[in-house]
């Protein structure tokens, strides 16, 4: 689902790091996925894990890719493969949004690639820039989007910049 592709892309960037770096289990992603906008908590098994990891491993590329061209075509290699044509839904109640998944037969890993590379392709056309990035904290490497206008972002996080800041003031001192 895309309500906001910013919002999407976020929870990209999030499932994609909890799968990549937290080791994340079938309950952390449906408590994920529940934060991040499913309306109730989702059946999601170890066999979903897998394939989810596997689809995060895609992600992973693009929130890595050095320009704006190499995001573009792995995005548009994720659009090809999982991506069904578009259509608006108001399903179960919910406000009318975008699906470009296949709708009812496609597992968790094919919307989530489906909704997250829709998501990110907007993301990089609104900006003509890269969709996101890797926190270039030495101690995090967290996958962020380039969600909300301006500079491009080095960090994941308030958090990470001001801490990196501080390292840097102090490495500057000595
Ligand atoms: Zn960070």
Known sequence: ?????????????ALTGALRLDGADAAAVAA?????GEPTLPRITDDDVTALRAVADRLWDVFAAPDVGTAAGLLNGLLTEYAAPPRLSAHDGTAWHLHADRGDEAS???W??????LALAVVLA????????L???PTCG?????????APRRYCSARCGSRERVAAHRRAQK
């Open 1 to 13: 689902m895309i309500n906001r592709p910013s919002d999407t892309a976020d929870r990209a960037a």
């Open 32 to 36: 994920l996925l529940h934060a991040h």
């Open 108 to 110: 968790w890993a094919e």
């Open 112 to 117: 989530f690639a489906a909704t997250s590379a």
């Open 126 to 133: 609104e900006r003509k820039s890269v969709p996101g990035g």
């Open 135 to 137: 926190c270039a904290s």
């Open 142 to 150: 967290r996958p962020f989007a380039m969600t909300g206008r301006g």
